[in-house]
């Protein structure tokens, strides 16, 4: 089994952005193909893995295909990964198995999601239709009011505050006044956050993730052939997932989302890596209550303390380890399915030193976490230096 | 690398379905797990693909993990590949490329389509979607008018004859007859081919493909877990896969599928098998002319004689080799995201020597050639015994 490493990664900037798919898809790859040191050609890949979700909406099947053919890619073989929000997290998992497998040396990791093409009522669909379908959407609970309910059972075992809610939004807004390819590059205040309008109470606006175009791509391959690409490899060192029930009354605990428990273990157990050893995690904070429980979940304070790890800047530089550097889905913008491979374009910009205004210092080891749905899938990945 | 073999697979009752596509689901995968030999049981399985093209039109994101909970499969690792109608031809390459890599010993692919619960009007959209859009969907070409004009194309440079094309369904619809789980059980004449009502001219309602319900399961695993499961397990012993312009316009010849023919080259070249060592082959026939297209791009007959092929029997039992034993997609019927699935599970009940009436005698070598769009993707798998 080879090891895998990530050579060259790039998103496209994020926001609502009046280009279509394929040319976000475009400015993604262009630039993930400018990090790669030397050698790096477009026929080299050998395989892609495309991440979307609501792309059916945009009456395009097949999108894979015309994706790499608009870059140059004609004939490679290429696929759409749908996991819900989880997609290119899984793409990305994909194309690690398969460089993994020996048979493919260099394999293209993306992500395109256009959800400002969607009418604001398929919005709506889309984001309901990653929880469960029959119990939950269809009885008119929205994506805010999923994540509402894991919020409100946090406060209620654990005395979880909404200072605790809004510390997460105010960090990450600040780590996105600094990525400029954020869709929100604006610091926020906790007053501002504390009194911003309820969507689904007690999550506010500012807890909640925006309506967001945009695409990421990845760059991996093998390890012989990353040396001739870069000095400097990012390696995948442990790759996990799983899958949990979909609707959230099926679930042992609404305070502890399960799935992404056992992928992080599994990626921890393959890196060989303790969560105390991460310099940094770009976690799926699609609300504010979701950074919080991926604290936990990931193993980076005790269940239960997710509230005060925000509140006491645990997750800010300086702390513990730097969560969401990026700005997280919250500031960095949420498009879906291109999620995952943006958290990827950021460890590697981190791990490279080349985060700028944002690096964090000596970063050598970075934990990716994507989750689909309200929890129902999840993909993790360590990678290091 | 470990030798990849299919240990396992069934698939439900294809037609016009009333249940959901979980219960289908569901129905594939028991008859599946009843074709290991031994030892399997449901928690061995680590890791899950499924295929399904029109999913999101059944508003339902995510569908991969409610499919694999609704098994028993919760926390299984799952996702949804979406490749127009190659999507389950995909799932299987990518389980087999995890399978390789040394991480996965036992992995699902599946394979599920729903059409009769999309709305007639959203059936068209979703065919077309997998075309071209621009050029092709909305500028008011109809699938079957793309495939018609490949089959114009074919007729003007070799002198084909509607009478190949009849003899492709004639066939087909032979060998459905004695397929207990095909849509069309019901074999038919050449007169009635040749006079059926013309869909897309020179295409007639015998030439086209139906709406099907439906879903395929493959269990595969790695040579050592494999050997746990039976001693006679089918193996992959070659894939390939590559894509194409998906708008026909842009391709060099209108009478070759390139990505036929890069996928085939491929999945030969890793098997070390020629087309004529071939005992049986499982093709794309969405159409007829398809049919036709796939036995000249896979090397079974010279470029131009696939109508001499079809109506000279070459592909019938005591010919060169069996082509569609299942009924093919013609007979059998054509679940979109379920086909390719669905072809793997014909092969395998055949090289295991379970295929009843329509056994090909002392079949060791076998082909899938699933397609998606009119040739934009294509995933092409040998097994062997």
Redesign the interface.
Known sequence: ?SRVAIVGAGMSRFGARPEGAKELFAEAFARAASTVDRNFEARLVQ?AYVGS?????S????P???W??HVG????????????C??SG?AL??AY??V?????DVALVGGVEKMNDLPPIHQR??LG??GD?PWE?LAGLTFSGVYALLASRHMHEFGTKPESLAAVAVKNHAHGARNENAQFQKAITMEQALSSPFVAEPLRLFDCCSTTDGAAVVLVASEAKAREFTDTPVWIEG?G??????AVHDRPSLTRL??TV??SREAYR?AGVRPQELDLAEVHDCFTIAEILATEDLGLCAKGQGGSFALEKRGDYGGDLVVNPSGGLKAKGHPLGATGAAQAVEAFLQLRGRAGKRQVPDAETALCHNV??SG??C?VHVLGV
């Open positions: 089994m395989e979700m609501s792309f059916g909406g009456q395009i099947g097949n894979a295909s015309l790499v053919e890619l004609r004939g490679v073989p290429a696929r759409r990964v749908e996991n819900a989880a997609s899984f998992r994909d198995l398969a993994r497998s020996g048979e493919i669909y889309w239709a990653s379908t959407r790759a997932a799983a899958t949990d029930h979909i399960d799935a056992a992928a393959r689909g749905g129902a899938t993909a």
